[in-house]
């Protein structure tokens, strides 16, 4: 068996020293800024959040996180930056469908505020032929499962293809569920990537 091309994932937990005083900064932004929710809302900030005062040890591990993860794909580019980043909170009985985020290379979640049923996130098969024929199965295994499941905790860091598609479960908890979302892309794109690959010759 040969597992050819691998979606990765890349999850990491911020240090407690670290995640603790950064989680508490946000709480306290975000609580003169969030309305009131009743159940089954949401609400999201503008999307300049890196730029905010204060929460630059979250963009210095965005940023560590995306250099290993272009480092783990050989990309000899690395001159990523965060072109959006936004907070999300999730009142109990509210989720996001399935959805991906266009015009970016990376994207990722910092979560700030979680508890059970509210701690997962879903990710969904991107080989769109592999629902043409579902048999039965006796058991899901990663094989054979159209969606993959990931734990997450205050503190959790996660980075994946802008290009996957994922979706939050309605909230089962009694509380808001608070996390920040974020989009990177090549600084240099229009410059370096949008050219040509091939050099030379005639068409």
Partial sequence: MLPLFPTLVWKSQLLPEVARPLNRFLDRYLHDLVPNLAAGQAWQSSHDL???????????????AAEAALESLKIGLRDVEITACWATV???GR????????????SGAYYVATRAG??????HDPRSQTGVIRPPVTQLVAANADQA??????????LFPSWLQHSVDPNASTGNRISVSFNLMFAEYGERLCKPLWQGGSS
Avoid at 53 to 60: M, Q, T, W
Wanted: charged content about 15%.
């Fill in 90 to 92: 999730n009142a109990p």
């Fill in 149 to 158: 499941v990931v734990a997450v905790a205050d503190g959790t860091l996660l």
């Fill in 118 to 123: 509210a701690d997962t996130i879903n990710f």
């Fill in 95 to 106: 989720g996001h469908a399935a959805h991906a985020h266009p015009n970016s290379f990376l």
């Fill in 50 to 64: 890196h730029r905010l005062a204060g929460l630059e040890p979250l963009v210095e591990c965005i940023e560590a």
